[in-house]
């Protein structure tokens, strides 16, 4: 381990001589940072696929009183739709003609004027949905606002309970958050599936679902890298994110398999329950519990890890840890993200990094989701774009550094509009389009990564998981402007989508200079953070070969 129990002297000599890369880490982080992220990456998304709203049309009845073919009777009693100046064979969602064919003899397939709202109710496609909640509620047409509503109050829900949660990990700690994080998640998408039929109780399900959705994965990323060397910390990071990429690869053919959105909905929360049973596994921060003075219980965890690690605790290190109180700091919750200027602009910096990289993946996730084809094949290719960058962003970080892959990934993203700009209106080749679109997934989803790891590394201990909050709390809120942007695109310009990707992107690259490097490099403490990266150039750039 490098060192002896005669030169410990401190938390982190202790640290050391327990392990920092032991059987504990290793299992704690292949349970929690990455099965668990599986689990929960499920639990969080499915209700994005339960509430897909299948193509539908008025139900019109009659056809059995004659000789017409389902798709004869649906285009004698349907309108069709022109989008974009473009016929399509798309018909009207919320229309039928006003006359009864049944009474015709022939199949003189005409189209009338009088055109009135439907009248019978709705028919759904089935061809990839059995059943979605919209379908099995009818929230089409005039009821449609329930779910653009409920996912409204799912985002309210995630930006309250990040703030509110995110401030709670650092003043009553990691364990406590993370256990109530999964809990709520669980608990709100099993109450989906009994209130969908009132919708108050409904909202208050998804309210309950969002509140945590964020915190669900902080809190064990924050508690993995807390007990991990400095160097793990990229790969940690990675094998988060690619535990939510595989979860978002994992969920789409699942719904395809059974089709129906209760069974579903159940099936893909209960697994995140499995994960209490490692029960010892869930430790405080130990790191945390000397930030806030608490040396009985942080040698108390300590003991859990040297005794999975097969380390040994001197005599002494109750003596030790009690001798290093200068780690207790008072803080002031996300003011003190503002306590000197120095850290009021790398948080303002960073911040606007996390708010540029959300809202830039979120626009390309709803812009993508709207090519035809099989939906959930379509999911599973979003997220399979992901996994690439994911590996590429560690590899990235370790070797260049933190900022640099940060401005890097931020320059590929205005790159990857620029000609995407140019053919997404023209007769281009669609696997040209295709492409360019891939490559700035994949950018884009470099930048999430990268951020989100500059995010942890950032902040001192006792302001780690706030720090966090108020990036992923501001990212969030402002992502609400995302689908406004893919509508612009499809009712006004298909360039106007990625004229903003790559302003933003402009924005991200900037504010990504103006951050100091954190690779092998974090603030312990407050004060530390205060001066973090003063007497460092601010375009300096730290590259190794390690």
Same mark, same amino acid.
């Given at each position: 381990m490098g060192q002896t129990e005669n030169s410990i002297q401190s938390f982190d000599d202790l640290m050391e001589l327990v392990g920092k890369n032991g059987t504990f880490q290793k299992r704690f982080n292949l349970i929690f940072n990455f099965a668990l992220v599986v689990c929960i990456s499920m639990a969080n998304i499915n209700i994005v696929i339960a509430m897909s709203v299948p193509d539908h049309w008025c139900k019109v009845p009659g056809q059995n009183l004659t000789n017409y073919t389902k798709e004869e009777w649906r285009r004698v009693n349907i309108p069709i739709s022109e989008i974009n100046g473009r016929t399509k064979t798309i018909y009207h969602k919320c =229309?039928? $003609?006003g006359y009864n064919v049944s009474n015709q003899d022939s199949k003189d397939l005409k189209y009338f004027s009088n055109i009135t709202d439907c009248r019978y109710g709705w028919e759904y496609d089935k061809t990839w949905f059995q059943e979605t909640i919209p379908s099995s509620e009818n929230w089409v047409c005039s009821e449609s606002l329930k779910v653009s509503n409920t996912f409204a109050v799912m985002? &309210? +829900?995630?930006v309250l309970g990040t703030f509110i949660c995110g401030q709670l990990g650092d003043v009553i700690g990691r364990k406590p958050i993370f256990v109530v994080s999964v809990l709520l998640v669980v608990i709100g998408n099993l109450v989906f599936t009994v209130t969908s039929t009132y919708y108050p109780l409904f909202l208050v399900a998804a309210f309950t679902a969002g509140f945590t959705s964020y915190t669900a994965y902080q809190a064990p990323l924050v508690i993995g890298m807390e007990i991990s060397r400095e160097k793990d910390k990229a790969y940690i990071a990675m094998l988060q994110n690619v535990g939510r990429t595989v979860g978002l690869c994992i969920l789409p053919p699942f719904m395809w398999l059974i089709g129906h959105w209760k069974p579903f909905m159940v099936m893909s929360s209960l697994p995140c329950l499995l994960f209490f049973i490692p029960y010892r596994y869930i430790i405080e921060s130990p790191r945390w519990?000397?930030? *806030? #003075? *608490? =040396?009985?219980?942080?040698? *108390? +965890?300590?003991?859990? &890890? +040297?005794k999975i690690n097969g380390s040994t605790i001197p005599e002494d290190a109750a003596y030790i840890l009690r001798s290093t109180p200068a780690t207790k700091e008072t803080t002031y919750g996300a003011m003190s993200l503002f306590s000197s200027w120095r850290m009021a602009k790398n948080t303002t910096c960073l911040v606007i990094c996390w708010v540029? =990289? %959300?809202?830039? $993946?979120? &626009?390309?996730?709803?812009? &993508? =989701?709207?090519?035809? #084809?099989?939906? %959930?094949?379509?999911f599973v290719y979003q997220g399979a774009i992901e996994l690439p960058a994911i590996v590429l962003g560690r590899h990235f970080s370790d070797r260049i550094g933190r900022k640099l892959t940060n401005v890097g990934s931020f320059i590929a993203t205005v790159l990857g509009c620029i000609p995407i700009l140019f053919i997404v209106k023209g007769s281009s080749s669609e696997w040209i389009l295709i492409t360019c679109v891939v490559f700035l997934k994949f950018a884009i989803m470099l930048s999430y990564y990268v951020v989100g790891l500059q995010s942890v590394e950032m902040y001192p201990t006792c302001l780690r998981q706030t720090g966090i909050a108020v990036g992923g709390l501001s990212a969030s809120a402002l992502a609400t402007l995302a689908p406004y942007v893919v509508h612009l695109g499809t009712s006004v310009d298909e360039r106007y989508p990625y004229i903003i990707i790559a302003g933003l992107g402009a924005l991200g690259s900037v504010c990504g200079l103006l951050l100091p490097e954190t690779r092998h490099n974090s603030p312990d403490t407050l004060e530390e953070a205060k001066s973090f990266g003063k007497y460092k150039k601010s375009f300096e750039i730290s590259v190794t070969s390690k």
């Open positions: =229309s039928m $003609y985002r &309210i +829900a995630d519990l000397m930030s *806030k #003075g *608490k =040396s009985t219980k942080s040698l *108390k +965890a300590i003991k859990t &890890i +040297a540029v =990289s %959300f809202t830039t $993946y979120l &626009i390309m996730t709803l812009n &993508i =989701s709207n090519v035809e #084809g099989n939906p %959930f094949l379509n």
